[in-house]
C-alpha cells in the first residue's frame, strides 16, 4: 500500500470528528488532473478543466461540517465538479444526490466516484437552480457555486430543520458563504465568512 499523502492544511477549527475523518480517508490526488496532483495535498483551489475549480480543502471541509450531517441523512449537491466534494458527503451521509450543469465533468465525475466504489452517490446533468425534484426532500444542500440569492426550488425542497449552504454574491466579485435554515415557514440565514467561488451557471458558456 502507498504511504498516506501528508495533509498540508489546517483543520484545527474544525470540530466535528467524521468531517475530520472523511477528509482523511479521501484521496484528493485523485479528483485533480494529473497536472496538478502533486498540488493535491496543500491547500489549494485547483483548475479542474472547462474553466471550473475544485474547492480549497479547508472549504469543503468547512462547509460540510456546517452541514451538520447524520449518518441517516439524504444530502443535495449542486455542482458535482470533480466529485471530491460529493465523495466527502458520501463518507458522512447515507445518500447524496449532485447535480452538474456540464455534462462533461459530470461524465468523469460519475465513472471516478464508480471506480471509487461509492454507490450511495448519483450525479445528473442540469441545472442545479432546479435541484432535484424526483428525490427531494432533502436533510441538507449544498451549493459549490456562486449565486446571487437563494435558488426558490432548492428552498422548496429543504426539509423542515435542514440546513443549505451556500455562497452568495457577484460573480467574480464579493461573495459570503451563508448557512440557511428552514423551520417551517420561517427561514433563517446565518453569514458565515468571505469566500470565492465561481459563478453559478443558468446555462453553459458558449464556446464551452
Ligand atoms: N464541488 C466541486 C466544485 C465544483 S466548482 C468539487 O468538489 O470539485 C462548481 C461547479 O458548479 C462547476 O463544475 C460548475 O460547472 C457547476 N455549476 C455552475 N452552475 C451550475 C448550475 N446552475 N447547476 C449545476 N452545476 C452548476
Redesign the pocket.
Known amino acids: 500500500m502507498a504511504e498516506q499523502q501528508q495533509r498540508n492544511w489546517d483543520l484545527a477549527d474544525i470540530r466535528d470528528e467524521k468531517v475530520l475523518r472523511a477528509m482523511e480517508k479521501v484521496e484528493r490526488h485523485l479528483?485533480v488532473p494529473e497536472e496538478q496532483a502533486e498540488l493535491a495535498y496543500e491547500n489549494k483551489a485547483l483548475p479542474?478543466g472547462?474553466g471550473?475549480?475544485?474547492?480549497q480543502p479547508f472549504i469543503?471541509a468547512y462547509m460540510t461540517a456546517e452541514l451538520q450531517l447524520k449518518a441517516t441523512d439524504k444530502v443535495l449537491?449542486?455542482?458535482?465538479?470533480?466529485?471530491?466534494?460529493?465523495a466527502i458527503l458520501a463518507e458522512i451521509a447515507d445518500r447524496v444526490y449532485s447535480?452538474?450543469?456540464?455534462p462533461r465533468?459530470a461524465d468523469v465525475a460519475r465513472d471516478r466516484l464508480r471506480r471509487l466504489g461509492y454507490d450511495n452517490i448519483e450525479v445528473k446533468v442540469?441545472?442545479?437552480?432546479d435541484g432535484w425534484v424526483e428525490q427531494a426532500p432533502f436533510d441538507a444542500i449544498i451549493v459549490?457555486?456562486a449565486a446571487e440569492d437563494v435558488p426558490a426550488p432548492l428552498l422548496d425542497q429543504l426539509k423542515d430543520g435542514g440546513r443549505m449552504v451556500i455562497p452568495i454574491g457577484t460573480p467574480y466579485g464579493p461573495q459570503e458563504l451563508i448557512c440557511v435554515q428552514k423551520h417551517g415557514r420561517t427561514v433563517s440565514t446565518n453569514s458565515l465568512l468571505s469566500v470565492r467561488?465561481?459563478?453559478?451557471?443558468?446555462k453553459l458558456d458558449p464556446g464551452g
Open positions: 479528483f479542474i472547462h471550473q475549480t475544485i474547492s469543503v449537491e449542486i455542482g458535482t465538479g470533480s466529485g471530491y466534494q460529493g447535480v452538474e450543469l456540464d465533468l442540469g441545472d442545479g437552480y459549490t457555486a467561488f465561481v459563478p453559478f451557471r443558468r
